[in-house]
């Protein structure tokens, strides 16, 4: 199992983003998934978090300015990010908790998508 972040970008403050998390592998269902981000010299933070029957969870940072969905068909997550700041520049990465068949769940980790905010 494999999971592509895309999507990232430079993009001016208050500009909007759409990532994608894809997952491809011998898939029998994705549990939960989740974006995370990391900026150079700050811990990891939990961007957003989206449950198997699709319930949302939002980082308190970016909090009112993101929506984080699934696309099951397509095993793939997307996370849009609106009204963008400078302060959002970071790596964005995504997570999801994966059963394979004949598998227990385990924890996939995609490698990231820089975001820039910048004028």
């Known amino acids: 199992v494999q999971l592509q972040a895309s999507g990232g970008g430079l993009v001016q403050p208050g500009g909007s983003l759409r990532l994608s998390c894809a997952a491809s592998?011998?898939?029998?269902?994705?549990?939960?998934a989740a974006w995370y981000r990391q900026a150079p010299g700050k811990q990891r933070e939990l961007v957003a978090h989206?449950?198997?029957?699709?319930?949302?969870n939002y980082g308190d940072s970016m909090k009112g300015r993101l929506t984080i969905s699934r696309d099951d068909a397509k095993n793939t997550v997307y996370l849009q990010m609106n009204s963008l700041k400078p302060e959002d520049t970071a790596v964005y990465l995504c997570?999801?908790?994966?059963?394979?068949?004949?598998?227990?769940?385990?924890?996939?980790w995609g490698q990231g998508t820089q975001v820039t905010v910048s004028s």
């Open positions: 592998g011998s898939i029998f269902s994705i549990n939960y």
């Open positions: 997570t999801a908790g994966i059963i394979q068949f004949g598998s227990d769940e385990r924890a996939y």
């Open positions: 989206i449950t198997r029957g699709g319930s949302a």
